[in-house]
């Protein structure tokens, strides 16, 4: 039985997924082809391709490493500090915060970060928000049984495979690792903070720990591919981007929708834009 909590959960799954969607359709058919280059290219990493065949292998192992984390004073700080990392307000907060700065300080590179890092996350998301409902994969905190599987899952008990904090947190930490240079120091720092964050939901009893890996891998292939496939387009001296807020209404509820202009590869007549819309209800 759906509850209106579950409702509430869907209506902002298919939003996220609609707004991926509509995004790589209006966007013409350059950017697209890019992020299937970058998404090739990526695969023909051998870390990659070695990580995701030894996936199912780690399922085996799920009952034994979830018994290796005891709560602790030292575990609940740390680990409960990491878990933020991979909230849902966090690749907002960081892509808002960069684009500001970017815009202040007239930095087409921490831009660039911005743009990525919401993207990324976008990716990450719709793509786990599928894999969760399609999978139905009950948590260690509701069942011994790693492989208990129910789909398709409404219900939050039976979400945990794969982790969203563990991907959005390595697709924020990926998409800025490779859209800023930054040095090798602060790159590691921010892939250990995305570590740290994937193997706190396991300490939690959140996930098994190969929910967790498929997270991280997936984060780090969305922020990998965005990455690569935005940077030429945000690259400077080509058209910045443009964007204005729209008041929309409809369906029962009012807000205000953001207009994204895409800088232009091949524009169809009309321009490429990406409408997303954030209201409550009337």
């Given at each position: 039985m759906l509850l209106p909590s579950d409702?509430?959960?869907?209506?902002?799954?298919?939003?996220?997924?609609?707004?991926c969607i509509s995004a790589a359709v209006t966007c013409g058919k350059e950017l697209p082809s890019r992020l299937l280059d970058a998404a090739g290219q990526l695969w023909q990493e051998p870390t990659?391709?070695?990580?995701?065949?030894?996936?199912?292998?780690?399922?085996?192992?799920?009952?034994?490493?979830?018994g290796l984390f005891t709560p602790s004073g030292a575990g609940d700080a740390v680990f409960g500090a990491a878990r933020l990392y991979g909230e849902r307000w966090t690749p907002v907060a960081v892509a808002a915060?960069?684009?500001?700065?970017?815009?202040?300080?007239?930095?087409?590179?921490?831009?660039?970060?911005?743009?990525?890092?919401?993207?990324?996350t976008a990716v990450a998301v719709a793509v786990v928000g599928v894999l969760k409902v399609g999978l139905g994969r009950g948590r260690p905190s509701v069942t011994q049984e790693s492989l208990l599987l129910r789909p398709p899952?409404?219900?939050?008990?039976?979400?945990?495979?794969?982790?969203?904090?563990?991907a959005v947190a390595f697709a924020v930490s990926t998409a800025l690792a490779h859209s800023i240079e930054l040095p090798a120091t602060a790159r590691g720092v921010l892939y250990g903070v995305a570590a740290l964050t994937a193997l706190s939901r396991v300490y939690h009893?959140?996930?098994?720990?190969?929910?967790?890996?498929?997270g991280a891998l997936i984060g780090y292939t969305a922020g990998y591919t965005v990455a690569a496939g935005w940077s030429p387009a945000l690259r400077k001296g080509e058209q910045s981007l443009r964007w204005e807020f729209v008041p929309q209404c409809g369906q029962g509820a009012?807000?205000?929708?953001?207009?994204?202009?895409?800088?232009?590869?091949?524009?169809?007549?009309?321009?490429s834009i990406w409408s997303?819309?954030?209201g409550m209800p009337n």
């Open positions: 409702f509430r959960c869907w209506r902002r799954s298919s939003l996220v997924l609609l707004s990659l391709r070695i990580s995701v065949c030894v996936l199912p292998a780690l399922v085996a192992l799920d009952r034994s490493v979830d915060g960069l684009y500001l700065g970017g815009w202040i300080a007239g930095s087409e590179s921490l831009r660039r970060g911005a743009i990525t890092v919401a993207g990324a899952a409404w219900d939050d008990a039976y979400q945990s495979f794969p982790s969203g904090h563990a009893h959140r996930h098994w720990f190969s929910d967790v890996v498929a009012v807000g205000i929708g953001v207009s994204v202009q895409l800088p232009s590869w091949r524009m169809p007549p009309t321009g997303c819309a954030a």
